[in-house]
């Protein structure tokens, strides 16, 4: 008989060949010193450069981790989902490749999990409370400051970090949520929270650690495209939920 898994760590990756050998290390060995009856799922977004080669050989030796990989680049929330479809954990959360939030956080989140029972719990960077080492260019930051403004005035979301890439979820809500997806790329967290809020689930803004690191990969002209699309999102999402 199998063991159960409580909880599944979903990890979307795309051209992380610079970043992703010293996060993966960090989170292996903490995982193994802090956490019980865990999986983690690499999500291979298509790469164009040896991401895959380098998950590949870092996890060899480890069955509670696996690898998924497919040629064409889709978005990270297309890799998040996949993570989820291919997840058996009660309690699922994703995090950035890049080492931005540092493993710790988890045994804080699961923490919360286990005393309060949210149905969703996101970390943000933009609470009094959290803890910033290396903060954002301030092109990313206004960026995101508008990005958070425009997104609760169109959706009401009442969220102060949407893009913050550290949220975990009880599965029945991250099933429910991620189920036809309409977005795969900057606006999909927007759209899991409008449904979660749609669907009166429980939301937990936790404050985190966070540092910000080098090798985005927002071009130039994505906020033009970024903010149009979420406008089509939300008519999108006034016809079915």
């Given at each position: 008989?199998s ?6 760590i ?10 992703i050998?010293d996060?993966?290390d960090?989170?292996?060995n ?8 865990y ?17 590949s050989?870092?996890?060899?030796d480890y069955k509670?981790i696996?690898?998924?990989s497919?040629?064409?680049n889709?978005?990270?929330?297309y ?6 479809n291919?997840?058996?954990g009660d309690?699922i ?11 710790e956080?988890i045994?804080?989140?699961?923490k919360?999990h286990e005393n ?29 400051k508008?990005f958070?403004?425009?997104?609760n005035?169109l959706?009401k979301?009442?969220?102060?970090d ?6 975990g ?6 099933l ?12 999909f967290?927007v759209e ?11 939301i937990?803004?936790?404050?985190i650690r ?9 071009k130039?002209?994505d ?11 939300r008519l ?6």
């Amino acid at each position: 008989m199998s063991k159960k898994i409580e909880l599944s760590i979903i990890i979307p990756a795309y051209n992380e060949e610079y970043r992703i050998s010293d996060f993966l290390d960090k989170l292996i060995n903490y995982s193994i010193t802090n956490l019980k009856n865990y999986e983690i799922i690499i999500v291979d977004d298509g790469s164009e450069d040896n991401t895959k080669d380098i998950v590949s050989n870092l996890i060899k030796d480890y069955k509670t981790i696996k690898l998924i990989s497919y040629y064409e680049n889709r978005g990270k929330g297309y890799a998040i989902l996949q993570g989820i479809n291919n997840s058996a954990g009660d309690f699922i959360l994703f995090m950035d490749a890049d080492g931005s939030t540092a493993p710790e956080e988890i045994l804080k989140m699961l923490k919360i999990h286990e005393n309060y029972n949210y149905d969703i719990i996101i970390g943000t960077r933009i609470a009094e409370e959290s803890n910033i080492t290396i903060p954002q260019p301030i092109s990313r930051k206004l960026l995101s400051k508008f990005f958070n403004l425009y997104s609760n005035l169109l959706f009401k979301l009442k969220i102060h970090d949407l893009l913050c890439g550290f949220k975990g979820f009880k599965r029945n809500a991250a099933l429910q949520i991620f189920k036809d997806l309409k977005s795969y790329r900057w606006e999909f967290d927007v759209e899991i929270l409008y449904k979660a809020r749609k669907k009166s689930f429980s939301i937990y803004q936790v404050p985190i650690r966070w540092k910000h690191r080098e090798g985005s990969k927002i071009k130039k002209s994505d906020p033009i495209f970024i903010f149009l699309n979420l406008f089509k999102l939300r008519l999108k999402l006034l016809r079915k939920v």
